[in-house]
C-alpha cells in the first residue's frame, strides 16, 4: 500500500517570496505523483505528475516539482508567489501495478500575504 | 460540456430523507470514484468503479450505496444520514489501469440536518 505524508498543515508565505511545500511517499512498488490543486468550493485541479523520465516537472500556474527517489520526495516549488495561488495543495500517488487509485496527503494550506 | 460535472452543487438533507447524488463524465474514461472530504481530515476514497469492477473501502457505512449504470455515469444514493456525514463529497474520473491522472468534479456540499 501508498501512503503521503505532507509535513506542513499550513504555510504562510508574503506576496512575490519563494515557496516549498513538502510531500513525502511511502511505497514498496514504483509509484506515479501527483500536486492537485483546490480553490475553496471547488473540486481538485491538476497542477503537475511525475510519470517517468525527468525528475524535475513542470506544471501550470509557475509550480514545479522534483522526484528524489532516494528520499522518498516530491516537493513542490514556485519562485514567487501570487495572491491568487492562496488554495489547498495535495500531494497524491498511485502505484504502476494494476489499477490504484489515488492516495492522498492531508493537504497544505498556502496563504498568500499582500 | 466536457470534464467531470456533479449535481447538485449544494444539498441540505434531514436525517430520514433519501437523496441521490450525481456524477457524469465526458472524458471516455473507464473508471470511476466517489471521495468524502471532511473538514481538518485527508480525502478518503469511498468507492471506485473501475472496468465495470466494483472495489469498495470496507469502512463505508451502508447508508451510502453506489450506482454505476454505465462508464460515464455515477451515482451516490444516500439515506438516514448522520450530521457527521456532512462534507464536501468529490467525484473523479480516470482511465484504468493506472498512471493517469484523475479529474474532479467540482463537488457537491452535503449538509445533513
Known amino acids: 500500500a501508498q501512503s503521503v505524508t505532507q509535513l506542513d498543515s499550513q504555510v504562510p508565505v508574503f506576496e512575490e517570496a519563494p515557496v516549498e511545500l513538502r510531500c513525502n511517499y511511502s511505497?514498496?512498488?514504483?509509484?506515479?505523483l501527483f500536486w492537485y490543486v483546490q480553490y475553496p468550493n471547488q473540486g481538485l485541479q491538476l497542477l503537475l505528475k511525475y510519470l517517468s523520465g525527468s525528475t524535475l516537472v513542470k506544471g501550470i500556474n509557475g509550480f514545479e516539482a522534483e522526484f528524489n527517489k532516494s528520499q522518498t520526495s516530491f516537493h513542490l516549488r514556485k519562485p514567487s508567489v501570487h495572491i491568487s495561488d492562496t488554495a489547498e495543495y495535495f500531494c497524491a500517488v498511485s502505484a504502476h501495478s494494476g489499477n490504484t487509485p489515488l492516495v492522498f496527503g492531508k493537504g497544505t494550506r498556502l496563504s498568500v500575504i499582500a | 460540456e466536457t470534464g467531470v460535472t456533479q449535481t447538485p452543487r449544494h444539498l441540505v438533507m434531514g436525517m430520514t430523507n433519501k437523496k441521490s447524488l450525481k456524477c457524469e463524465q465526458h472524458?471516455?474514461?473507464?473508471?470511476m470514484y466517489w471521495y468524502k472530504q471532511s473538514a481538518k481530515k485527508p480525502l478518503e476514497l469511498m468507492f471506485v468503479?473501475?472496468?465495470?469492477?466494483?472495489?469498495e473501502n470496507n469502512s463505508v457505512p451502508s447508508r451510502f450505496s453506489p450506482e454505476c449504470p454505465n462508464s460515464s455515469h455515477l451515482f451516490l444514493h444516500l439515506h438516514t444520514l448522520q450530521p457527521e456525514d456532512s462534507a464536501l463529497y468529490l467525484c473523479a474520473s480516470s482511465q484504468a489501469p493506472s498512471g493517469t491522472e484523475a479529474f474532479f468534479g467540482q463537488g457537491t456540499r452535503l449538509t445533513v440536518v
Open positions: 472524458l471516455g474514461h473507464n473508471a
Open positions: 511505497s514498496s512498488v514504483s509509484v506515479y
Open positions: 468503479y473501475s472496468l465495470e469492477e466494483r472495489v
